[in-house]
């Protein structure tokens, strides 16, 4: 399933961003989304998932600060960004699992589990 994400840009700290991803096809609801992130010179890391139940899981650098929701309807997966901070910029990617038996919506945070990824939105904090 196709992926595109967007909504990345420059903001100060303690501003907000929402990025959107947008996939393409009619079983958008049968898929479990995420949501990484990679900083220059770090490796690709989780930052938010949801479950195709809308069932949440964060990682604990975004807890309370971040939300992800889906709009089964319009394809999309949505992440909320406040109280922004320099540490949070990086390139933003969505990916999309297949629901397949049980998943535990822990799993979310493992990139591996993910059968399709968006090309990115860059997301700059400045200080």
């Known amino acids: 399933v196709p992926l595109q994400a967007c909504g990345g840009g420059l903001v100060q700290a303690g501003g907000s961003l929402r990025l959107s991803c947008a996939a393409s096809?009619?079983?958008?609801?049968?898929?479990?989304m995420g949501w990484f992130r990679q900083a220059p010179g770090k490796e690709r890391a989780f930052v938010a998932g949801?479950?195709?139940?809308?069932?949440?899981y964060f990682a604990d650098s975004v807890k309370g600060r971040f939300t992800i929701s889906r709009d089964n309807a319009k394809n999309t997966v949505y992440l909320q960004m406040n109280s922004l901070k320099p540490e949070d910029t990086a390139v933003y990617y969505c990916?999309?699992?297949?629901?397949?038996?049980?998943?535990?919506?822990?799993?979310?945070?493992?990139?591996?589990?993910?059968?399709?990824w968006g090309q990115g939105t860059l997301v700059t904090v400045s200080s």
């Open positions: 949801i479950h195709r139940s809308c069932m949440t």
């Open positions: 990916a999309a699992k297949r629901a397949v038996g049980i998943t535990v919506v822990q799993t979310l945070a493992f990139a591996d589990k993910y059968d399709y």
């Open positions: 096809g009619p079983t958008f609801s049968d898929y479990h």
